[in-house]
């Protein structure tokens, strides 16, 4: 947690769940020069008169260190050879704020949590808050669920609060918003549960998921918030992420991520694309 312009944030984390190594980078390198004997690594330098069996390709995908990655990197600034290496993370607690800003970067494979599908918990609450038109209930149900990535419950209570107005001012200009909101099986509880938030809210979580809620309903978050996705970067592309977002003039959340993401990265990685000293 940090305070950033008089507002706490909560940090994102960073889980490495794919590496690909840095061997078929040396093998790709090494076709270019045809100079698979020059190799310090054993399974490379077997290529030269042999078509690699699953075994030795087992030995270059574990490769830690290469000379030549070292030198095409930082002598001869040839970072196309970089693009055969790959590295996946989950990354879980980043803002929409900062995917706006992660998918600048053009060459990545990026899975995000998508809210057409994930925020029928949201709307189950306010259409439960309606049963009794309570406004409170809305909000601490909507604090419980930790989908911001600012900290400070006061500030939250008033962006929330800001949720229900914009919901009830489309309940108010929609007919059917109710039959938007929830799944038709469950239409009859609001009846059957009238007067009770919470049985009410328990029950719609309980029942069938409105297909595509969010389509309905995406104007009502913000950037604050979280998020959660799989990103995959070739070696070169987050060369390229890190440089620029673990500069002092990024935005400060993507800088955290860049931090983390950097904090997760084996070394093999970091010695071929971010400069020591």
Not at 67 to 80: G, I, P, Q, R, V
Not at 173 to 184: C, D, G, L, S, W
Not at 187 to 210: C, I, M, Q, V
Not at 223 to 243: A, E, H, I
Request: aromatic share 10%; glycine share 4%; charged share 25%.
């Amino acid at each position: 947690m940090e305070k950033v312009y008089g507002i706490e944030y909560s940090k994102p984390e960073v889980v490495l769940m794919q590496e690909t190594g840095i061997g078929v980078a040396e093998t790709a390198a090494r076709t270019c020069y045809d100079s698979f004997l020059n190799s310090e690594n054993e399974a490379i330098r077997y290529i030269e008169n042999n078509i690699p069996d699953d075994a030795t390709c087992q030995k270059i995908n574990d490769i830690e260190e290469s000379n030549l990655l070292h030198d095409l990197a930082w002598t001869h600034f040839h970072h196309s050879i970089l693009e055969h290496a790959n590295i996946s993370f989950l990354i879980r607690g980043t803002s929409r704020g900062v995917l706006q800003e992660h998918a600048r970067h053009r060459i990545q494979a990026i899975s995000v949590r998508s809210t057409r599908y994930t925020m029928s918990s949201v709307i189950n609450a306010f259409v439960a808050s309606q049963t009794t038109e309570n406004k409170e209930f809305f909000i601490e149900k909507i604090l419980s669920f930790d989908m911001f990535v600012t900290c400070n419950a006061e500030y939250n209570r008033i962006e929330i609060g800001a949720i229900y107005d914009k919901l009830r001012y489309q309940s108010k200009t929609v007919e059917n918003f109710n039959e938007i909101a929830v799944a038709k099986s469950s239409l009859p509880l609001l009846d059957e549960l009238k007067g009770n938030s919470e049985a009410l809210f328990e029950a719609l979580e309980a029942g069938k998921k409105k297909r595509n809620v969010g389509d309905a309903f995406k104007h009502i978050i913000t950037d604050n918030v979280k998020v959660d996705m799989v990103v995959t970067f070739n070696l070169r592309s987050l060369k390229n992420y890190l440089t620029l977002r673990d500069s002092g003039a990024a935005y400060f959340q993507i800088r955290w991520l860049a931090q983390e993401m950097m904090r997760k990265t084996p070394s093999k990685y970091l010695d071929l694309i971010i400069k020591k000293g």
